[in-house]
Nanobody
Framework: QLVETGGGLVQPGGSLRLSCSAS????????MGWFRQFPGKEREFVAA????????RYSGSVEGRFTISRENTKDTIYLQMNGLKPEDTAVYYC?????????????????????WGQGTQVTVSS
């Protein structure tokens, strides 16, 4: 089980940090990622990080503004979001792959992820 925290309301240009913690019954030593979903739309890729933390991937719309990181000792990943825009408003989901190579590249398709959190709302508005 994955649990996201850190969502909320922020003004344009502001920052938020999302956290995602894995429960003991979830093997978090896999590549993990963040996805978001807009109302009436399919879930879309935001950022992902490899099992070791060495590899990261970002969507073009967030690269340079968002940073994904992980603390394997805490079974937790983070998404630092800076320079937030109203179009970043969405429900953000954390996800984990299974069977990831330790130094492998994380995937960007939601179909490649096995575990999902319940989602946390991020609203960017003045």
């Amino acid at each position: 089980q994955l649990v996201e925290t850190g969502g909320g309301l922020v003004q344009p240009g502001g920052s938020l940090r999302l956290s995602c913690s894995a429960s003991e019954d979830t093997d978090s030593r896999n590549a993990m990622g963040w996805f978001r979903q807009f109302p009436g739309k399919e879930r879309e890729f935001v950022a992902a990080i490899g099992a070791s933390g060495r590899s990261t991937r970002y969507s073009g719309s967030v690269e340079g503004r968002f940073t994904i990181s992980r603390e394997n000792t805490k079974d937790t990943i983070y998404l630092q979001m800076n320079g937030l825009k109203p179009e970043d408003t969405a429900v953000y989901y954390c996800a984990a792959e299974t069977g990831s190579p330790w130094f492998g590249e994380p995937k960007t398709s939601p179909d490649e992820y096995h575990y999902w959190g319940q989602g946390t709302q991020v609203t960017v508005s003045s």
